[in-house]
């Protein structure tokens, strides 16, 4: 199996858990808080677009125990 580069994901991952910890902060203006909503969605989309790409850039291993035929 090849190693993947996530750093992609990995920076998405971080900015959603900075959102989401200011969201808890209860620090945020109304504005602010749906603002930061909106930015979430996109981010969380962005994260999918991403692990859709990881997904298909992994290669197709048979599952244990399924060799391919000669």
Do not use: H, K, N, W
């Not at 580069?5 to 620090?27: F, H, P």
């Not at 504005?31 to 979430?40: F, G, N, R």
């Not at 692990?51 to 399924?66: H, W």
């Amino acid at each position: 199996m090849t190693d993947l580069d996530t750093t992609a994901i990995d920076e998405l991952v971080e900015r959603l858990s900075r959102a989401a910890q200011q969201l808890r902060g209860g620090d945020l203006t109304t504005d602010a808080a749906a603002s930061l909503v909106e930015d979430c969605a996109a981010l969380a989309g962005q994260a999918s677009s991403e692990l859709d790409r990881l997904a298909r850039e992994t290669p197709a291993e048979p599952p244990p125990g399924q060799d391919t035929l000669l």
